[in-house]
């Protein structure tokens, strides 16, 4: 029971990270909820996990983790520089105007 | 109870995103839906107890192929024209129609979900009863996809491989040239 509830919980926030990613007005507002909806699927996962007792899957929301941060990191850095062949100091900011 | 539920909140995110994809002309937001879509889409997958393909999907869809786009992003522009004022009625007929014989087409299909399909009916009894003694793998898709159909994954990974190494040298190749270019 408190699996469910939880559960609906993280889709009731899973639905507001939603509304941030369609309305978000700049980029910034549409990374963030894509990394909190990455979070809120993996919470997802875990309680499901033990809503359906099947705790193995708990290894694979741990690894949905290191995805998330990875393309998060990444997008940042595509967003910051514009590609991914600058070392970090260097800014040509083509993607910042938009 | 709650299966159902999450299964059909799940579900009408998706398609609440597909709807906003078309919507939406901001090729940045768009590229930032289709992460979200996929990272959803993995979860359906993984509430469909195939956590092989939620892995491939989350890897792949939220994160290469989002790093993909936004670097193709990076390189080109994203204005676009203005949509020519013309009705598209023709297209439109045209894939009416196409649509209407697909749907025909699916009428002779057994239905959704039928276990006498012949689909169900070649070597799927044998994974379900023979799966975990053969393969000595828990999950039964990942003991299909993994063990029995070892060697169709091994040429998917290879093709997904290849892909991605054309990929990264034509977004690299240029940005090399460029800078020659500037020592010159």
């Keep these: 029971m408190i699996y469910a509830a939880a559960a609906l919980a993280i889709l009731v926030t899973m639905g507001l990270a939603l509304t941030r990613a369609l309305l978000g007005p700049t980029v910034y507002d549409r990374i963030l909820a894509v990394n909190m909806f990455g979070t809120k699927t993996v919470l997802l996962i875990a309680v499901f996990a033990f809503l359906s007792d099947r705790t193995d899957i708990l290894d694979i929301a741990l690894l949905y983790v290191l995805i998330n941060f990875i393309s998060v990191i990444a997008v940042l850095k595509l967003v910051e520089q514009g590609n991914f062949f600058t070392s970090g100091e260097s800014t040509t900011n083509k993607m910042k105007s938009k | ?184």
């Design chain 2, 1 to 184: 109870m709650i299966d159902i539920l999450i299964d059909i909140i799940l579900l009408s995110f998706l398609a609440i995103i597909a709807i906003a994809i078309i919507r939406t002309r901001s090729l940045l937001a768009v590229i930032m839906l289709f992460s979200i879509f996929s990272l959803l889409s993995a979860g359906l997958f993984m509430v469909l107890d195939a956590s092989d393909v939620a892995f491939t999907e989350a890897a792949v869809g939220a994160g290469i192929s989002t790093v993909l786009m936004l670097a193709t992003l990076a390189l080109t522009k994203s204005y676009e024209e203005k949509p020519s004022s013309h009705r598209p009625w023709i297209p439109l007929l045209v894939v009416s129609v196409t649509a209407a014989f697909l749907v025909y087409g699916t009428i002779d299909m057994p239905p959704f979900g039928d276990p006498n399909a012949p689909a169900h009916q070649h070597v799927a009894p044998r994974y379900i009863e023979q799966g975990a003694k053969e393969t000595g793998v828990p999950n039964l898709v990942t003991a299909v996809l993994a063990s029995y159909r070892g060697f169709d994954t091994l040429g998917e990974v290879t093709v997904v491989f290849t892909a991605g190494i054309g990929v990264l040298l034509l977004l690299g190749g240029r940005q090399r040239r460029k800078k020659k270019k500037e020592k010159r």
